[in-house]
């Protein structure tokens, strides 16, 4: 089957799923910047404003929905409704290199969450590690992302939620090492099937390995991808948007060797454009997958 008969029978089977997802809602805001050099008096860069402009992106959960509506029925979100996680970065005005990254994170109002959720065919949990989640009451058989990150590393590990039954789980390779005590620089098919047996409690396990691409597991086979390579211009949110597109693939029924083609064009694409600027729509990936595959 080549690629545009994959991507048109995914199409089919998505577009009738009714999706909630659950978890932080970050802002992202990027301000160009010029770069003057180091301060004589101190050991402090020292920057230089452009003409104020602010780029203001929605990120986190939030652009987990943005990438999926438009493969299916339908979209609920909850999430914080405050702008309570802001990340502020400066960048380059001309190549968009972060300079300096600074957080406003106020969990202080996150209270117990109850979820219903027999009205819909895939939940997903995108537990981002800012307390949104940490009261959340919820049946099992979610789709599960735990991210480790600057603010929580070491402390939002996947084994917080190893009571659950999943209908799938998807970390990165730091977020793997995390969850073994096992520090790796790739991922070996035996360390993947060690990392499922490991407090996990799901049925699909995905993992992302950067610049090797992705791994997929049952418990039983282990399925690879390469990496599809792009003219990369922010690797930001990547992740996030593999993991959307990894919980529709472990929900319908697609071959093990095949739910790792459309999670992985889908995060090649959008590091494309910067951090969450633009969503993944049926359009673009099967415009950048004729290009790439």
């Known amino acids: 089957m080549d690629f545009n008969q994959k991507l048109a029978q995914f199409v089919q089977k998505a577009k009738s799923l009714n999706v909630l ?21 101190s050991f402090c860069p020292v920057f230089q404003f452009t003409d104020g402009k602010k780029d203001v992106q929605i990120g986190g959960s939030g652009a987990i929905a943005n990438h999926l509506k438009d493969f299916v029925a339908k979209v609920d979100l909850i999430t914080n409704t405050e702008n309570e996680i ?27 969450i109850k979820v219903n959720s027999k009205d819909y065919d895939v939940v997903i949990v995108a537990d981002f590690g800012h307390g949104f989640c940490d009261q959340l009451e919820i049946e099992d058989g979610f789709h599960l992302m735990c991210q480790t990150n600057s603010y929580n590393f070491g402390f939002n590990r996947l084994s917080k939620w190893k009571k659950h039954i999943k209908k799938s789980v998807c970390l990165d390779l730091r977020e793997a090492s995390l969850q073994i005590n096992k520090k790796m620089k790739s991922c070996s098919e035996q360390e993947a099937l060690e990392i499922y047996n490991y407090e996990l409690n799901t049925q699909h396990l995905f993992i ?86």
């Not at 968009?96 to 106020?106: A, G, L, Q, R, S």
């Open 86 to 112: 802001v990340k502020t970065r400066f960048v380059d005005k001309d190549g968009k290199k972060k300079h300096i990254e600074f957080n406003k994170i106020d969990n202080k109002n996150f209270g117990p």
């Open 21 to 41: 997802i659950i978890g932080e809602t970050i802002i992202d805001e990027f301000v160009e910047v010029i770069y003057q050099g180091q301060s004589m008096k």
């Open 208 to 293: 992302t390995l950067g610049g090797d691409g992705a791994m997929y597991t049952n418990g039983k086979s282990v399925s690879t991808h390469p990496v599809i390579k792009s003219k990369i211009v922010d690797t930001i949110g990547a992740g996030d948007t593999f993991f959307a597109f990894a919980c529709l693939m472990s929900h319908l029924e697609f071959d093990d060797a095949d739910k790792l083609t459309i999670p992985s064009l889908a995060a090649s694409l959008s590091t494309t454009w910067l951090c969450n600027e633009q969503e993944v729509t049926q359009d673009k990936l099967m415009e950048y997958g004729n290009q790439k595959l």
